[in-house]
């Protein structure tokens, strides 16, 4: 299985943008799917969650900006972030998880300039 991350790029404070993660299997073949980010000099967090059924989980920084969602005839997930904030500036990387294992794609990174 591959995921295929895309969409970041650079963007003011307060702006928004959209990452998309298209996998090469069915969506409905994992448990959940979802992003984490990582900033320099931090672990990986997570950002977001979708599970298989749509039940969606946000790490509570990213609360009531972001939004997880999928578009499962094209087996791709997406995340919309919106009133951006300095604190996001990270790699973002998708993740799919089934059967206890977690493959991840490539990172896609997002620059949010004052």
């Known amino acids: 299985v591959q995921l295929q991350a895309s969409g970041g790029g650079l963007v003011q404070a307060g702006g928004s943008l959209r990452l998309s993660c298209a996998a090469s299997?069915?969506?409905?073949?994992?448990?959940?799917m979802g992003w984490y980010r990582q900033a320099t000099g931090k672990q990986r967090e997570l950002v977001a969650t979708?599970?298989?059924?749509?039940?969606?989980n946000y790490a509570d920084s990213v609360k009531g900006r972001f939004t997880i969602s999928r578009d499962t005839a094209k087996n791709t997930v997406y995340l919309q972030m919106n009133s951006l904030q300095l604190e996001d500036l990270a790699v973002y990387y998708c993740a799919a998880s089934r059967l206890g294992t977690t493959r991840w794609g490539q990172g896609t990174l997002v620059t949010v300039s004052s």
């Open positions: 299997a069915s969506i409905f073949s994992f448990h959940y």
């Open positions: 979708i599970t298989s059924s749509g039940s969606t």
